[in-house]
């Protein structure tokens, strides 16, 4: 089962939706961690662990986030992730 988590500053925290995403991936054996803060230091990733999980890391820019409204963010972070997805295929 998918499971999407959340690393992001407090002012944008609510505008992100962990729920939603999870709920699109469904029953995938992948694990998401959307980070989502004011600085450079967190990048794209991904690993495989022993068991076969999938993991990734998808920034989403701090700076356009911000500006967004929710609906506008789950779309940002539904496209991340059909990419990323799509780039590991």
């Known amino acids: 089962m998918a499971k999407v988590t959340l690393a992001a500053n407090e002012e944008i925290w609510d505008l992100l939706d962990d729920e939603y995403i999870q709920d699109y991936l469904g029953d995938l054996n992948v694990n998401i961690l959307f980070s989502c803060v004011n600085t450079n ?7 495989v662990e ?6 990734y890391i998808i920034k989403l820019p701090y700076e356009v ?7 506008q963010v789950r779309a ?8 990323r997805l799509q780039q590991a295929a």
């Open 41 to 47: 230091k967190w990048a794209d990733d991904s690993w």
């Open 65 to 71: 986030v911000k500006t967004m409204n929710k609906q």
């Open 76 to 83: 940002l972070m539904l496209e991340k992730t059909q990419e």
């Open 50 to 55: 022993k068991d076969g999980s999938q993991y």
